[in-house]
């Protein structure tokens, strides 16, 4: 997230933006906010029958007395009641608002997330995301599911108790406008050093998530290098900073706590001498005095609720704005208004890239394609070939339209990419990766992400066109058996033949191979490269492979460097033109 955003000044109407997240459930806080109404009117009735059974059922004559204190006390018993009932309901009904309110969010940041082009995440640390769909979607629920509730609660009481004091005791509101003065302001200016620490505090988090994530997804490198100890120093010292941020924002919460409790107390203590004076004095009866006293109480210990809720709204605050920029965040590649969905051909795809000059984001003075154009005809089989950076991969982003170029068109079957609806388009596109993913689940269910909708016999014919069958069922449990995190359990030529028997799955009319086989052995490969031409067979194919005796079989090889195609033609008709292909070739034959 942008730094200048962290150096904005917070508030608790950032909070406004999850009033969409609580529109659909506005029946449930009106009724919540009824018994909020409720809880705090009986609260306030509280003193009025203490009062009562003070100044008229003690000063009854003894034979009545034991009668009428009976009735008071089962009057006060009466409101307690009313009060126990009112709270647990209000108390029910905002914690299942705080519960759904946080799934919602939790689900609606998630699913933005995964709309995001590649570009989002070059500049976005996936740990950081993961620290925004927990810790500040936890802060957020103890707000909707607690703080706010309970603040507005007391700023109720808060207010009835004030307006009950104006009613009956004007001469105490003097000592309660003293309160505001002397309690809440300074609150205040306490509040905005708390608010501060407290999106702080969340950033030095989010900090020591991303490198958790980053760290704890390259186990077996951190491993290999031995560098577990310097790794957990880093995340310490990540911790560390965090913690001494925290303990900031703590102290200065504190400091407020400290103040807002003491100054209740003096001015309160201050109060109830100055009533006792006046009940000496004959002015005051002890049922007023104590009603007076009850309120001040009321009033002092709600100032003090609010202020502690002031520290937790701006926390929430923060983490609110966060969750906001992450929903408003918009990817530059999207689906069109009116989108074009042409016909599945019969022979594979067409593709076509003309005048095409594309920039990554990250390296926005570094072409990875310039001037580039390729056109490859349905059925054809395409390999691109060439060194690291040549541009390669980024073909097939762009066809699969992670990216957007900069300059040129790239078109599949006639339409440009732009006019496409993005399911639509990577519904006929299958992709086997370098370096294959494995989900946490079961071997049947990750070569069914081809096709969800797919039965188990397609499942295991698609294996055994990867010839994954075999190793599939030596499992300890066959096809249902867990791959663990990241297929952990299997070698990577196994992860690839399952990536491969996912994509044949899928059955798209354009299959784009980016290094299929780099993780086979000898034996395996040639048992994959088969099943591929089987595969390939009727499909329109691009290939990257650095090892060229993969792909001279392919009807046209393109030879890339630096984003610009420098040569093309078959196996035979580049090694004949001695030009890099040639030399490539050569480094790569020679015994």
Do not use: C
């Amino acid at each position: 997230m942008p730094d200048a955003a962290a150096a904005k000044p917070r508030s608790p109407r950032s909070l406004s933006g999850l009033l969409p997240f609580l529109r659909p459930y506005r029946g449930r806080l009106a009724l919540a906010g009824l018994f909020l109404l409720l809880a705090a009117g009986a609260m306030l009735v509280f003193p009025v029958a203490l009062r009562t059974m003070i100044d008229r059922g003690l000063n009854n004559d003894p034979g009545t007395r034991i009668v009428a204190l009976r009735e008071h006390f089962l009057l006060l018993f009466a409101v307690a009641v009313g009060l126990g009932v009112f709270s647990a309901a209000r108390f029910f009904l905002v914690s299942w608002i705080g519960e759904r309110v946080t799934a919602d969010l939790r689900n609606a940041v998630y699913a933005h997330v995964l709309q995001q082009s590649p570009a989002f995440f070059e500049s976005t640390q996936t740990g950081e995301v993961l620290s925004r769909l927990t810790t500040d979607t936890t802060l957020v629920q103890t707000v909707v599911g607690s703080s706010f509730s309970l603040g507005l609660r007391n700023l109720v009481m808060g207010v009835g108790a004030l307006a009950m004091l104006v009613v009956t005791h004007p001469r105490v509101m003097a000592l309660v406008l003293l309160v505001v003065l002397l309690v809440v302001l300074p609150a205040m200016l306490f509040g905005r050093r708390v608010r501060r620490l407290s999106r702080a505090s969340q950033d030095r988090v989010a900090d020591s998530s991303a490198i958790a994530a980053e760290v704890l997804n390259a186990i077996p490198v951190v491993q290999s290098h031995a560098a577990e100890q310097r790794e957990a120093l880093r995340f310490a010292a990540a911790t560390e900073n965090a913690f001494q941020t925290g303990i900031r924002r703590t102290r200065a919460r504190a400091a407020l706590v400290a103040f807002v409790i003491i100054a209740n107390a003096g001015l309160m203590l201050w109060g109830l001498y100055q009533g006792t004076q006046a009940v000496l004095r004959g002015e005051l009866t002890a049922g007023q005095l104590g009603q007076a006293a009850f309120y001040v109480a009321i009033f002092a210990g709600a100032v003090a609720v609010l202020g502690e809720v002031y520290g937790e709204l701006l926390r929430a605050a923060g983490a609110t704005e966060r969750l906001m920029e992450l929903l408003a965040s918009r990817s530059p590649v999207v689906s069109p208004p009116q989108p074009v969905a042409p016909p599945v051909p019969a022979g594979g795809s067409a593709v076509r890239l003309d005048s095409v000059r594309f920039h990554y984001p990250s390296r926005p003075q570094t072409a990875a394609l310039a001037d580039f154009a390729l056109a490859v005809a349905p059925g054809e089989t395409v390999a691109l070939v060439g060194p690291s950076g040549a541009g390669k991969t980024t073909v097939f982003q762009l066809l699969l339209r992670f990216y957007d170029p900069q300059q040129g068109s790239v078109a599949i079957d006639g339409t440009p990419v732009q006019d496409w609806q993005l399911q639509a388009l990577r519904a006929r596109i299958a992709l086997v990766p370098q370096e294959p993913v494995i989900f946490s689940a079961s071997a049947l269910e990750n070569i069914r992400y081809g096709r969800p909708q797919a039965s188990n016999e397609e499942v295991h014919a698609a294996a055994q066109a990867a010839f994954a069958d075999g190793f599939l069922r030596a499992l300890p449990e066959g096809y249902a058996t867990f791959l663990g995190e990241r297929g952990v359990r299997l070698s990577g030529g196994q992860r690839q033949r399952i990536a491969i028997a996912r994509a044949i799955l899928k059955d798209p009319p354009l299959l784009l191979l980016d290094e299929a086989t780099s993780a086979l052995d000898a034996e395996s490969e040639r048992m994959v490269q088969a099943a591929l031409a089987s595969a390939m067979r009727g499909r329109t194919t691009l290939v990257i492979a650095h090892r060229l005796a993969t792909v001279q079989q392919a009807d046209r090889i393109v030879v890339l460097d630096h984003g610009h195609i420098v040569e093309s033609g078959t196996h035979e008709q580049l090694l004949e033109a001695q030009g890099m292909y040639a030399r490539l070739a050569a480094l790569q034959f020679m015994t």
